[in-house]
């Protein structure tokens, strides 16, 4: 595993313009606060810092230079849901029951009996609050299933699924269990704008705190500012531009609201993830969705590394060195046990944690976790919907684990050259540990997956 110091002197300026006052490179007094900013249906090729070569995003380009940047940085599912299911319990989504995307009026939650991270922080010492999309349970705001005060936040503001009726405007968030009406403006901008008065106004500033802003932007339906529209006036597609534009507006949230975090202080003694989901909408180039994979292979719902492979930030002033490109894989699970391991909480004993701490990556070491990297994805296109990484290697299968595809991910990023055949011996100890880890899930999660019928399958997908 390397890692690898980059030039910082652009990083330096780049922060200069960013922030009011710059980032110092020590830790305060007392246990870090932690920010999980997390996109939508962003790609791996979609920041400027990744490669994008006309999406413009100078705010999360700069928070790059100040911290370690993942180049094979994993959500835990193709789609939204089990991805943030398995930030707050360190746990595949199969184990915590939120296998698929959740319709509204389903079944599916993330269940009480799951630890998530906000209620073991809260258990610590610390102020919680979300902000953003929640997307963990198909009764939102109903007595009927838990909602994220019941996992732990003292404070929320969020919508089950997208905003609706767009981004622009939106009139379906719920503050605290009251719905609040319409909003006036832009959804990422508005949920850093309610995040900002919760750190001025309503935490106790005695505690330290974690913060969850989990934006809509950049899912679709999508509606951007003009604002940011008119830095994209040379592109003739529609569109892209305003799949462009919103990036660049999801961006422009995440500036500010690393702007608050200095402006009060905060920043030194903060620790800020940045991550997406899944991988992006569409297929790039006429229906909606117009995210960069950044060439991999695969986009939402498939299990090809295109559909998981995303963005990871991570900035820790004091611990993290500025301007720094980590190529050691993690994945959202870590997320949980890193943030554990930072409040100096006790991770649960009474279940099997699928993460590893990420600090280790962040200093060049692979990251010790006791199970195999894992994906499942039952609405991925294809045949194809289950997925294991050990080491450089990756297996792909469908979900009687009877089709399988091998690649070395070292030497093939883009899988393009299935190894099954060539490499009998990795395969068949691939298989093995598959088949292994497969039927250690599936006992423990609930029985939901077995009743997901074909309507389930076949829902509007723009809905997810």
Not at 269 to 278: A, E, H, Q, R
Not at 359 to 371: K, M, Q
């Amino acid at each position: 595993m390397r890692i690898f110091v980059l030039n910082t002197a652009a990083g330096v300026l780049a922060a200069a313009l960013l922030l009011s006052t710059p980032i110092t490179t020590h830790a305060a007094d007392g246990p870090p606060n932690i920010v999980i900013f997390l996109a939508d249906d962003l790609g791996f090729g979609d920041l400027g810092c990744y490669g994008h070569p006309i999406i413009q995003t100078p705010n999360l380009d700069a928070f790059a230079k100040q911290g370690t940047r993942f180049t094979q940085c994993y959500a835990a599912c193709a789609v939204c849901s089990p991805s943030r299911s398995a930030i707050l319990t360190g746990r595949t989504p199969y184990r915590n029951g939120v296998f698929t995307w959740i319709p509204e009026d389903r079944e599916i939650h993330l269940r009480a009996s799951e630890i998530a991270l906000p209620k073991l922080l809260k258990e610590r010492g610390y102020a919680t609050c979300h902000v953003g999309k929640w997307h963990l349970n198909g009764h939102f705001n109903k007595p009927t299933q838990p909602q994220p005060n019941d996992h732990g936040y003292d404070w929320w503001l969020a919508t089950q699924n997208n905003a609706a009726p767009s981004h622009e405007n939106p009139s379906n968030f719920v503050r605290n269990g009251q719905p609040v009406g319409t909003l006036e403006g832009y959804s990422a901008p508005l949920i850093v704008d309610e995040a900002t008065a919760w750190l001025k106004q309503h935490r106790d500033p005695s505690k330290p705190f974690l913060l969850s802003v989990w934006a809509h932007e950049p899912h679709y339906p999508i509606k951007s500012s003009p604002e940011f529209k008119a830095k994209y006036l040379d592109l003739t597609d529609d569109v892209q531009r305003e799949h462009h534009a919103n990036v660049t507006q999801l961006d422009h949230a995440f500036g500010k609201l690393m702007q608050t975090l200095d402006e009060l202080k905060l920043a030194d003694n903060t620790v800020v993830f940045f991550t997406s989901d899944n991988g992006p909408e569409g297929d790039g180039i006429k229906s909606p969705g117009r995210g960069s994979t950044g060439g991999l292979r695969g986009r939402k719902r498939a299990v090809y590394e295109g559909g998981i492979r995303v963005p990871g930030i991570m900035r820790w002033p004091g611990k993290t060195q500025p301007g720094t490109t980590s190529d050691v894989p993690v994945i959202g699970t870590d997320i949980f046990v890193t943030a554990v391991g930072i409040a100096q909480a006790k991770l649960p004993t009474d279940r099997i944690l699928d993460g590893g701490n990420m600090l280790a990556a962040i200093e060049g070491r692979a990251v010790e976790r006791a199970r195999p990297l894992y994906w499942r994805c039952v609405i991925a296109p294809g045949p194809l919907k289950t997925a294991m990484r050990i080491g450089d290697w990756k297996i792909l299968a469908d979900e009687q684990l009877t089709r399988f595809e091998l690649y070395n991910l070292q030497n093939d990023p883009q899988e393009k050259t299935n190894l099954r055949a060539t490499q009998p011996a990795k395969f068949e100890a691939m298989k093995t540990a598959l088949v292994k880890l497969n039927t250690e899930i599936e006992a423990e999660g609930p029985d939901w997956w077995k009743n997901y019928d074909q309507e389930d399958k076949n829902v509007n997908k723009n809905k997810e």
